[in-house]
């Protein structure tokens, strides 16, 4: 069915109007608008020159009716929309909206310029954090294959020695089994010659020897399997240990180092302050300005990790130092001064050590702390190595040569001194 033809919508836009407020006679905008009797309007002027000079009855030059007088009424209506119309169209209302067109548009253009550079950061931003994550996701993939790995190996190693040592035992049994088995033979062989000369009685069989067979070899089942009995896992796990890379290093003091107040262990292991000096040895790499020590080891290059155990104390610094770093002067602890640090005062406030410092909010009180250096990638991060939570962290460590760096802090008031320890793992291997 088709749609019947839809009258147009009534036009009210601002050219009709215009065309509804324009006089017949002077095609304008009407002037003064007045209205015939016939509803038709004309600017007064325009309808009055039009009748001039007529006498008797007029007519509307527009519907042609007759009037007898020449009457028509003002239209003050009309008047006020001509006047609106008319200030619509005007310079100064034209000018004016083509400055506030144009404001409007500059404002618009330079917020689209502002979105648009915005949704390029937001663009750029998230490339950033899609290739981070990639490389993330393939360093945590290496370091598990790694372990991986060594499980891998592990479990191939510990199954082939299972395999020989079943095949072993399995051999020196087959040995035994086949000796016997011979020896049986001869045996029966010799049992029918003996009752075939039985039966006939003639003369005695030629017999041969009896074949002696060894003792029946010993299989111990506890001895077999006590090795595949042993806590595995664990053992595993220890020598997994010992395959970590880093896997924590066996660091020592270097007591060449070491400011006059503090004394070290015997196995170099210990640090503490001591309110009696020593007579030191003169030495160039001593620190001799503040309570300080170094490790004998350094590092330059890979990766490092090692751990201290600070236990109660309420104060020290550790981390690394450059092997540059003024030992005889007093130095704050800054990465700017070749020093990467963590540091604790009072007991509870953990602070790294940057200039000045910062305030770190850590939750617990860790009695050890494991130091991570990649040298490579210029990082040092500090852990609390009993749960390994995050403590602090320097994205642009040191270059060059550096040794782990320590600092027990001078003992206040009675306070018993506290030592600095280096925590040292022994390697496991699997007996037998
Ligand atoms: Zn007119
Ligand atoms: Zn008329």
Known sequence: ??????????????????????????????????????????CKACISRYWRGTTGPVTCPQCRKEFR??????????????????????????????????????????????????????????DIIKRVGADLQERVKGEFRALHQILQEEETCLLDQ??????????????????????M????????????????????????????????????????????????????????????????????????????????SRDKTVAVECDVMTQPTSNSKRFLQCVNILAAQSFQSGRHYWEVEVGSSPKWDLGVASETVDRHARIKLSPENGYWTLRLRNGEQYWAGTQPWSRLQVASSPQRIGVYLDCDE?????????????????????????????SPCITEGRQKPHPMKLLHYPSVVLSG
């Open 1 to 42: 069915m088709a749609a019947a033809p839809t009258a147009p919508p009534p036009s009210f836009s601002k050219s009709s109007l215009r065309d509804d407020l324009t006089c017949a006679i002077c095609c304008d905008l009407f002037r003064e608008p007045v209205m015939l009797s016939c509803m038709h309007h004309f």
């Open 69 to 126: 007088s020449k009457q028509f009424q003002t239209n003050y209506l009309v008047a006020a929309m001509v006047e609106k119309v008319r200030s619509s169209t005007s310079d100064t209302y034209i000018r004016n909206l083509e400055k506030r067109l144009s404001e409007s548009l500059e404002n618009h253009n330079a917020r689209k310029e502002d979105l648009l550079c915005s949704i390029r950061k937001d663009k750029d931003k998230m």
């Open 162 to 183: 299972l395999r020989r040592e079943q095949e072993e035992e399995l051999e020196k049994v087959q040995h035994h089994l086949q000796a016997a088995e011979s020896a």
């Open 185 to 264: 033979r001869e045996l029966e062989n010799n049992i029918k010659l003996l009752q075939q000369s039985n039966n006939s009685l003639t003369e005695f069989p030629q017999l041969s020897p009896c074949v002696e067979v060894n003792v029946a070899p010993d299989f111990n089942i506890s001895a077999f399997s006590s090795k595949y009995f042993a806590p595995l896992q664990y053992v595993t796990w220890r020598k997994m240990f010992n395959s970590l890379k880093p896997g924590p290093a066996s660091l020592t003091f270097d007591a060449d180092t070491a400011h006059p107040s503090i004394h070290v």
């Open 378 to 406: 210029r990082k040092v991060a500090f852990y609390d190595a009993d749960d390994m939570s995050l403590l602090c962290l320097f994205s642009k460590g040191p270059r060059g040569k550096v040794f782990p760096f320590f």
